[in-house]
Each structure stands twice: as structure tokens, then as C-alpha cells.
């Protein structure tokens, strides 16, 4: 059987109809025609196997160049052991040679007449396939035979077969042109590289359906069946696709085969070809035809005709001049000896600089340059190197570095060390801190080593280090006399922070702004969340509090605190958006993290751990995810997980997390992750560590004043710690006391929080009213996930006073509250209490979407296509009313405020379900409707 062809299926259609006319009488001729690798050589191979399937006889022959000067020598090749055509080769013979008037010698008609009808006699007997390999190198003679035999095959069971290279230069052009002319459009055969479809087909039946080494080696061969098959043959043992330069010159090597070829191929397309070639490939993309004349020290216009051949040639692009197979451009790359490789970029810097290149392009060839011996270079590399620090850090820090190797002005070398600094810390926190150290000590004005030590005591806070960090202000300030207004004003802000940071902040310091003082003074005492509201309001206002900074995270969160959760997430999706703008990891990572904890408030735990986990990965980065946000990071990852009853993944973050609670000093953030450490040991079967973490928690809040169970509610998990324990007495009074503060700080949060502790660990009569009053306070709040958790806790003290069917209508709200949420855990509690009441749950509502009714779903679906409530109405024929019914019931199942958010649930590439009639489906809920806000 012939071998298989991968993506010519249209070609071997062509060779096999051809074959089969032959065999009934009426020859043809074909040519094949394409750029290096294509498999013209194997589809010619495939069409000898067909034939001789066929029964029919294949005579075939390949051209070489070192062969041109053997007058018909490719003849000789196809016919030469052909009995019929013995006769005529000793009059072949003695013709060839130079006639005596010294001109080429040319064979006489009789001759070609014969070999023809030695041809003709023996396809009488067998049809014939004749194939010829590289037509363009055979010789001269050769070619015109070749042309002689295709006009007369119409009435011979002949099939000639040739195959040309693109681009390549014929030993007569014209004989070569008239033979190609005798073939017939549909005979022109034109091979492309393969197709991705096609070219992954081959290389998994070459190498195996590994994926990704697959479509590497697609992408950096453009699908080209050679190279390809040469990548794979050639391919090391750890995988075909190298990752480093020393993995770039071992595939050299192995394609050392490839490249010789490739190198030949040049040297006879132009005289200037492998020059230009290896120029274009030091260059890249766009190609300025002057540049490249100049590097190859040839005119412009050789330039530009080297250029077209190479392009007709097949090795680069027409559109755009870059190599059409990135492997060709590497091995042509990797021929260049070093020391001219790196000249030559040099060069090319120079010349591109001349002709107003980018500097970012000519700053790439500096970089893989030998030397810098021109003042402008060093400084061309730290201007690009600032315009690129913030969006590539990693090329920054390589341009600063390559400009220090090789020397910098004197005026240039604290700027060189600035913008190291600038990119270490976006790519290691802990190494930016130290140069920045080193660098500060240096700073001659005194504005320098304080704009320094704020830069420092910010690197330092974010390490966890806030004692260093107050040092570090410390001696700047006392080196550098009194500040100026603004510089004040940066300074009383960043002690404001580390004090927060360390527990020894105070409010009436007198450092800080007094509306922030008066803040957090409220806020820690948790008198009034009314009142802080409204001074946070007044502090996020633009100006009062630039975005990002230190003060308007404590408005922010103080914002949060007091319950206005909506308002907070409109902050921070501004931040994040802005953070994401600037570019700074620090910044992002920060205001994601603290934006998963705002999620968390409301009860969206996929967008929280997504934040949180983004953050996280951020921070690992830089190798900062043990210190400051990195904490509460872990922290929200670690509710959400305990939420979603992933006990696994809690227990994995725990032991990732820095020592609980270990040497480091407890900061801010730090006591979120105790506090959620603490709960997720005791649902891991640990609660008596739990509570030695929650006990700790609770002495660190009472040491810096803070009593508002708004900001970490460590009372109520005491008591849950208490109550896995035994201790109902004790659970009892941790819930309690919980519950007067959050009465005295007003916030429905906070409240609803602190009565569903009470419930669970109170019974009968009393377990059943907090249960109720906060089911009641958190309905109309946006904290769905805590409104269920009291539906919960309703439900269970409604089944131990022995009331089933209100027992059964709680837990069934819960349980669908539960799953619009994603709390998995939640969920399982809740049907274990619904079976325990002589409920039981469906079995179809087991999805977010599922809890939607079809017609409900219907609606849903249309109105996320952008169709208009009055659209659906006339779609469907019912009433507008019905419509909306419908849409108010989705968005309060599916915990979302209107139709914009219905997307995420139904894509636009989602066909609507199908339903025949809508109905209006009336449902028992434990309130109106209309009173639940989403969350």
C-alpha cells in the first residue's frame, strides 16, 4: 500500500485520475511545483507506489545540478534500461559533445523522434509512468526532450510526472517555461505547507498526541512536512521543543543536515543569498532593504533582488519580508559565528537609529551587542528600559543591567539604580528591599534620602517588617531636618500605617488627619457604623483620599464594616481597574485581595477565590505571598474553601501559610489568617488548636483597642470552637457578649452575624428567636450567604421545637440560597437537617441554573441576548407583566440585581431551552418577594 499522505488529498486525487486515463489510452503530463519541504518529493514517491499497484511500469529519474553538464542525462536516468530505446543511446552518445563551430550542442529531430517512439512501443505493451524529480536542475537537452515527448502524449498510455522548486534557477529557462506551459491548469500542482489540522495529524502519527510539544513544533516549523518530520526525527529525548539557548544550539546541531541544505539553497539562488539571508535573520521583522544592504555590504538594489528571490524562493513571507518558518530563521541565526553575530547587531542598532527606528528595536539589538563604545547607546538602553519597567520588569532589568556591564556616565548611574530598583520590586519584593536599602544610604539631599526612606519603609510594610520600616523614617527624618508641608504629610501618613501594622496605634496620636483619627477611633471602639459611614463617604470623595493609598483603605474598609458592601465593591472595582492601569504588582495584588474579602462579604465565593487566588499568584511572583495581603489572601481562599466544603484545600493553604502564629510579628492582615486558621482547624477535627489560635487572635485585638466584631468576628468563632468542644456555657458567653457589641455598633452584618452564633449555641425557645430576628435583620441586607446560614439556623431550631412544615419551608429557601451560592457545605448541612424534618430536597435543583424553572429559564436566557422585556413579551405572546414576574423571580433565585449580570449565567453562544407555554408558577417564600435584595 502507498504510504499515507497527510492534506493532499486533493493533489492524489489529481496523480490517480491521470493514472487511470493513461491506462485507458490518453496520457498526461503534471508538474508539481512548491517551496523547499513540501513533499513534492514524497508525493512523487506516492504516485510510483500507485502505479505499480496498478500494474503499470515506473521509470523515474532525479536531477541534480552537479549533473547539468551531462548532456541528457535525466533522459539516460528514465530510459536507459528501457529495451526499446537501447538503439537510439549509441547515436545519444556520439552526438554529444561540442560540434565544431564551438556552440552548444544540440540533438537532431531524428533522435528525439526515436527516443519518443521507443517510449511509445513499450507503453503499447504496459502503460508508463514517468516521474522526474527536480526538473528545474535537469539539463538542457533533457529539458528539451522532456518538452518533446509532452506535446505527443495525447493517444500514449505515457503519465509524465515533474516536480519544480520555487524560486530556483533553471539550466534553460525558456525550455523550462515552454514545458510548463504544455501543462493543463488543473495539472499545475501547487504544494503549500500543510495546514494546522493536517500538520498536527502528521506530527502525531510521526511523535505521539502529546499536545503541547506538538503545537510547538507546528508553530515553529509553519507546518512545513520536512522540517517538521526532521524536528521530530531529530527531536531529544526530553522533547522536541527546547526552552534556553543551550536547547536552541543542541537543535542545531541535530538539524545540522537541514541547515546545509538550507545553506546550498542560498548559494545557488543568488551570489548574495546566504548573506542576506543570515542578515534578515539578525534584523527580523519589518526588513528596511537599506539597513540590509548596508550589514551586507552590498548596493541597495542587490539588496532588494537577493530579497525577491528569497521570496520567490519560498523562505520569506511577501507580505511582511520575515521567514515564513521561524526554525529556518533560528539555524541561520546559529550559523553566524558569535563574534559576528554580535557585531553585526551593533551595526544594525547604528544603522536603525539612523533611520529613526523605534527605540525599543534598536535597544533590542544593543542588548546582544559585544560593546556599548558610544555614549548614546547606554543612555538609549535606561530610556527605553524606564518607558518598559512598569508593563516587563524582567527585559527593564536585562537593558539596566547591560548598560551597567559595559559603563555608564557618571550623570547616568543613579538613574541606572533607581530603575533596578523600580523593576525588582515587581519581580522579587525581598531583593528590591535590600538594593533600595544599599542605594538610600548613598542619597546626598536630604529630599532624596526622604523620598528614599518612604520608598523603603512602603518595600518594608509590604514585608512585613513594620519595626525596620519606622526606623528606617526615623533616622531620614532626623538626618534631614524639617520637611516641607507635603513631605509632612507623606511622613505622619506612613507612621499612621505601621503603627496600624504593629498594634501600637492609638487614636489621638495627633499625627494623623483628624477626620481618619476620628475614623478609626470609631471604628475600633465600634460606636456607631451610621457615623462611620458617613466620615468614610466624606474621606473617599476625590480628593480628599487618593486611590491606593493608606487612607482610603481605612475608609474602605471602614465602609465595609459599617455594613454599605455595595458602595465598598464600586471602591474597589475602581482600584483594581486603576491598580491594573499602573501596572504595579504590589498594587494589584493588593487591591485584589482585599476586593475577594469584600466578595466574600457578599457572599460571591467564585469571584473571591479567583481575586484572592490571582493575588496570591501575584505575590508568589515577586516571592512575597508569605508577607502582608499575602495573608489575607490566604485568608479569603481559606473561607471560601471552608464554605465550599473543601476541607482538603483548607488544610493545603494552612500548611502553606508562614508559622501560626510563629516569630513573625502579628500585622493587620495577618489576623485575618489567624482567624480563619482558627475556624479551619476546628471544622478539620482540631478544636482545641483552633481555639489557642482564636484566644491568640483575641489578645492581639484587645491589645490594640479594637472591640467592633464588625472587623473580625473572633467571639462567634470562639464559641462554634466551644461548642465542637463541649462547652455550651462558655459558647453561650462568647456569643453573647458578641452580640452587644454588634448591637452597639448597628451594622445588620455584624448583628445578623452575632445572633446566628447565638442561635447555634443556645436551644428550644431562645435558639429559635435569634435564629428568627436574624433571618429577619439579614433579608433585606446584601449578604446572602449569611441570610442563609440563618435560614439554617431557623430552620433547625423550628424542627427541635417540632414545627415540620415551617422547618421544611426554612430549609428549603436556605437550600436554594445555598446553591445560587456555590456553599457546598452549607448545602449538605441543610439537606441533612431537611431529611432529619421529613423533607427532601430535589434532585434537580442541584445547579445555580437548575433552580430556575424552564420557563423561567426561557426568559432568563432571552433577556441576556439584549432582547427588551416588551421583545420577549411579543416572542413568547404573553404579557409584559408575566415577563417581568418571571425576571424578578430569576434574579432573586440566582443572587444577581438585574438583567446585565444575567450573562454570566447564559452566554450569548447558548441556544434558549425550549418551552411551549409560560405559566406563572406562584411560590411560598418566607417573606414577599419584593423585600429580598440580591447581594
Known amino acids: 500500500m502507498p504510504q499515507e499522505l497527510f492534506g493532499r488529498s486533493e493533489e492524489s486525487k489529481v496523480i490517480t485520475e491521470m493514472l487511470h486515463s493513461a491506462r485507458g489510452g490518453a496520457g498526461a503530463v503534471a508538474l508539481v511545483e512548491g517551496i523547499i519541504g513540501t513533499g513534492k518529493t514524497s508525493l512523487l514517491r506516492w504516485a510510483e507506489e500507485t502505479a505499480r499497484e496498478q500494474g503499470m511500469v515506473v521509470l523515474s529519474a532525479t536531477a541534480s545540478p552537479t549533473e547539468q553538464r551531462f548532456s541528457l542525462g535525466v533522459v539516460h536516468q528514465l530510459l536507459g534500461t528501457l ?106 500542482i501547487h504544494l503549500h505547507d500543510l495546514s494546522p ?31 517538521l518530520t526532521e524536528r521530530l526525527r531529530t527531536a531529544s529525548p526530553t522533547g522536541p521543543a527546547g526552552g534556553g539557548p543551550a536547547d536552541a544550539a543542541d537543535e542545531g546541531l541535530r538539524l545540522q543536515a537541514v541547515k546545509e541544505r538550507i545553506l546550498c539553497m542560498l548559494r545557488r539562488l543568488d551570489p548574495h543569498g546566504l548573506d542576506v539571508a543570515r542578515a534578515a535573520s539578525i534584523l527580523g521583522a519589518p526588513l528596511d532593504p537599506s539597513i540590509l544592504a548596508a550589514l551586507c555590504g552590498v548596493s541597495t538594489e542587490d539588496a532588494c533582488r537577493t530579497l525577491g528571490r528569497l521570496t520567490e524562493s519560498g523562505l520569506l513571507c511577501s507580505h511582511d519580508m520575515t521567514f515564513r518558518h521561524p526554525v529556518l530563521a533560528e539555524l541561520l541565526y546559529e550559523d553566524i559565528p558569535c563574534a559576528d553575530r554580535a557585531e553585526l547587531h551593533r551595526l544594525a542598532a547604528c544603522f536603525m537609529r539612523r533611520r529613526s527606528a523605534s527605540c525599543e528595536d534598536v ?147 495627633r499625627n494623623e488627619d483628624r477626620l481618619e483619627r476620628v475614623l478609626l477611633l470609631r471604628a475600633a471602639a465600634g460606636n456607631s457604623a451610621a457615623a462611620v459611614r458617613r466620615i468614610a463617604d466624606r474621606i473617599l470623595t476625590v480628593p480628599r483620599a487618593p486611590y491606593g493609598s493608606a487612607t482610603w483603605y481605612h475608609a474602605l474598609l471602614a465602609l465595609l464594616w459599617a455594613g454599605d458592601v455595595d458602595e465598598a465593591g464600586r471602591h474597589i472595582d475602581t482600584e483594581v481597574r486603576l491598580a491594573h492601569t499602573e501596572g504595579t504588582v504590589t498594587r494589584i495584588a493588593e487591591a485584589l485581595a482585599v476586593r475577594g474579602l469584600v466578595q466574600l462579604h457578599r457572599g460571591l465565593l467564585a469571584e473571591a477565590g479567583s481575586d484572592a487566588r490571582t493575588a496570591l499568584e501575584l505575590l508568589t511572583r515577586i516571592d512575597a505571598d508569605k508577607f502582608h495581603v499575602g495573608s489575607l489572601a490566604r485568608s479569603v481562599l481559606i473561607d471560601v474553601a471552608l464554605e465550599k466544603d473543601d476541607i482538603a484545600e483548607a488544610g493545603t493553604l494552612l500548611d502553606e501559610a508562614p508559622p501560626l502564629p510563629g516569630e513573625q510579628p502579628v500585622t493587620w492582615w495577618r489576623l485575618h489568617l489567624l482567624h480563619s486558621a482558627g475556624r479551619a482547624l476546628g471544622r478539620m477535627g482540631q478544636a482545641q488548636r483552633g481555639l489557642a489560635l482564636i484566644a491568640h487572635c483575641g489578645d492581639e485585638l484587645t491589645r490594640r483597642g479594637v472591640v467592633n466584631p464588625a472587623i473580625l468576628p473572633w467571639l462567634s468563632t470562639r464559641s462554634a470552637l466551644q461548642l465542637a468542644l463541649g462547652d455550651g456555657a462558655a459558647a453561650r458567653c462568647a456569643a453573647r457578649e458578641e452580640t452587644e457589641r454588634a448591637r452597639r455598633w448597628g451594622a445588620p452584618f455584624a448583628l445578623g452575624r452575632a445572633l446566628v452564633a447565638q442561635a447555634s449555641a443556645g436551644s428550644g425557645r431562645e435558639a429559635l428567636q435569634f435564629a428568627e430576628q436574624a433571618a429577619e435583620l439579614l433579608e433585606p441586607a ?6 442563609a446560614h440563618a435560614l439554617y439556623a431557623a430552620g433547625r431550631a423550628h424542627r427541635q421545637s417540632g414545627r415540620a412544615r415551617r422547618t421544611r419551608e426554612l430549609l428549603h429557601r436556605a437550600n436554594e440560597v445555598g446553591i445560587s ?24 435543583k442541584d445547579s445555580t441554573e437548575s433552580l430556575l424553572t424552564p420557563t423561567e429559564r426561557q426568559v432568563s436566557e432571552l433577556a441576556a441576548r439584549g432582547m427588551s422585556n416588551r421583545g420577549i413579551a411579543q416572542l413568547l405572546k404573553v404579557s409584559l407583566r408575566n415577563v417581568e414576574s418571571h425576571l424578578t423571580h430569576s434574579y432573586r433565585k440566582l443572587r444577581i440585581s438585574g438583567r446585565h449580570e444575567l450573562t454570566r449565567y447564559f452566554p450569548a453562544d447558548e441556544a434558549p431551552a425550549p418551552a411551549a407555554v409560560l405559566l406563572y408558577q406562584p411560590r411560598t417564600a418566607l417573606t414577599p418577594p419584593h423585600r429580598l435584595r440580591t447581594g
Request: with cysteine; net charge negative; hydrophobic share 40%.
Open 821 to 844: 451560592l456555590g456553599a457546598d457545605g452549607l448545602v449538605e448541612a441543610v439537606q441533612r437537617e431537611l431529611r432529619h424534618a421529613g423533607g427532601r430536597p430535589d434532585p434537580r
Open 782 to 787: 446584601p449578604a446572602p450567604l449569611l441570610f
Open 363 to 509: 535597544a533590542a539589538h544593543l542588548l546582544r551587542s559585544h560593546r556599548l563604545d558610544e555614549p548614546w547607546m547606554a543612555r538609549l538602553l535606561l530610556d527605553v528600559a524606564q518607558g518598559m519597567v512598569g508593563r516587563d520588569p524582567a527585559g527593564a532589568r536585562r537593558l539596566i543591567e547591560k548598560a551597567v556591564l559595559h559603563g555608564l556616565p557618571e550623570d547616568q548611574s543613579a538613574r541606572a539604580e533607581g530603575l533596578r530598583i523600580q523593576a525588582l520590586t515587581a519581580l522579587d519584593l525581598p531583593a528590591s528591599a535590600r538594593a533600595l536599602t544599599a542605594h538610600a544610604a548613598g542619597a546626598c539631599g536630604p529630599a532624596e534620602r526622604l523620598r528614599e526612606a518612604l520608598r523603603l519603609s512602603d518595600i518594608l510594610l509590604r514585608l512585613d517588617d513594620p519595626a525596620c520600616a519606622r526606623q528606617v523614617l526615623d533616622h531620614a527624618r532626623s538626618e534631614s531636618g524639617t520637611p516641607d508641608p507635603a513631605t509632612d504629610a507623606r511622613l505622619r501618613e506612613r507612621l499612621t500605617h505601621i503603627r496600624l501594622h504593629e498594634g501600637t496605634y492609638r487614636p489621638g496620636d
Open 83 to 188: 529495451p526499446e530505446t537501447a538503439h537510439g543511446w549509441e547515436r545519444a552518445f556520439a552526438s554529444a559533445g561540442t560540434p565544431p563551430g564551438g556552440g552548444p550542442d544540440e540533438p537532431d529531430y531524428p533522435l528525439l523522434a526515436e527516443l519518443c517512439a521507443g517510449v511509445g512501443r513499450a507503453a503499447r505493451r504496459t502503460p508508463i509512468l514517468l516521474t522526474v524529480d527536480c526538473v528545474h536542475h535537469a539539463d538542457s537537452r533533457s529539458l528539451l526532450w522532456l518538452g518533446f515527448l509532452s506535446r505527443r502524449l495525447d493517444n500514449l498510455p505515457v503519465v509524465l510526472l515533474a516536480t519544480k522548486r520555487c524560486g530556483e534557477p533553471a539550466s534553460d529557462q525558456h525550455l523550462l517555461v515552454e514545458l510548463m506551459e504544455g501543462v493543463r491548469a488543473d495539472r499545475h
Open 197 to 227: 489540522s493536517a500538520a498536527f495529524d502528521l506530527a502525531a502519527a510521526l511523535h505521539g498526541p502529546d499536545h503541547e510539544s506538538v503545537d510547538a513544533l507546528v508553530a515553529g516549523t509553519g507546518g512545513n512536512p520536512y522540517l
